[in-house]
């Protein structure tokens, strides 16, 4: 129903509806939806088809990532052998997924390229510097051009603490992100240089969302001191003992 008619809005709400709706078909709307969008702003002329090309990539690969996380791996599963099919399925993807911790996807990713089970991956994934892991990185297919970022990403992963906001899976890490930019800049520009720009806009993209939540705690922090200062009488009331048991 997707290939045939995705670009129907009413198509893709009547399917969001469901609640047992499969986590690729999911990321199948997102796609048609970017893929509708993308076409319009082309359109209009208000960015080059390249250019528009390259966002919409980005923000489907965002919304991937996002959807995959916390999800179970069987749905993770299912979800990567549909990118595979319909080459969504890109080593930027996948490096994405490492810088946001997302390893579940990442992993998912790479048995599906290798044929190899999730335990031995795993395994593989926790010791980024050996030779298993770069046998397994040939036999994945992926680019010698992004060897180092994926080892370095992968390694920067372990540094994070499970309670940080990016260890959720679903946000790209601005300390991973810097921790690959460096370990790539005694390289030759020519052999980095696709992938530096790739790694700057994902800092940029870091960085927005960093700036966002701190706006949010901000005006969440302004907006309680204005309760505390005009209406403390609200949040006792709120809080009153006998009304938090009844919420529970």
Not at 31 to 39: E, G, K, P, Q
Not at 88 to 96: D, E, G
Request: hydrophobic share 50%; aromatic share 4%; proline share 4%.
């Amino acid at each position: 129903m997707l290939e045939r008619h995705g670009a129907e809005a009413a198509l893709r709400e009547s399917l969001l509806n469901r609640a047992d709706l499969p986590l690729d078909i999911r990321q199948a709307i997102a796609a048609a939806v970017a893929n509708t969008l993308s076409a319009f702003v082309a359109e209009c002329g208000w960015l080059s088809p390249e250019r528009s090309e390259r966002v919409t990539r980005e923000a489907r690969e965002k919304t991937t990532v996002v959807l995959s996380a916390n999800a179970h791996d069987s749905d993770v599963q299912r979800l990567v052998a549909h990118l595979r099919r319909s080459a969504q399925l890109t080593p930027a993807l996948m490096l994405r997924a490492i810088l946001s911790c997302n390893l579940t996807f990442a992993g998912a990713a790479l048995a599906e390229l290798t044929g190899l089970p999730m335990r031995r991956i795993a395994k593989l994934m926790q010791d980024a510097r050996s030779a298993g892991f770069a046998a397994l990185y040939r036999r994945a297919g992926l680019p010698d051009s992004l060897k180092l970022a994926f080892v370095t990403a992968l390694l920067a992963s372990r540094e994070v603490a499970p309670d940080e906001p990016h260890a959720t899976g679903a946000r790209l890490s601005r300390h991973m992100i810097e921790r690959v930019l460096s370990a790539c800049a005694e390289l030759p520009l020519e052999e980095t240089g696709k992938l530096t720009a790739l790694l700057r806009r994902f800092e940029v993209e870091a960085a927005v969302e960093d700036a966002r939540e701190m706006a949010c705690a901000l005006a969440d922090e302004a907006a309680l001191a204005l309760v505390l200062e005009y209406e403390p009488h609200a949040l006792l009331d709120v809080y009153r003992p006998g009304r938090l048991r009844n919420a529970a």
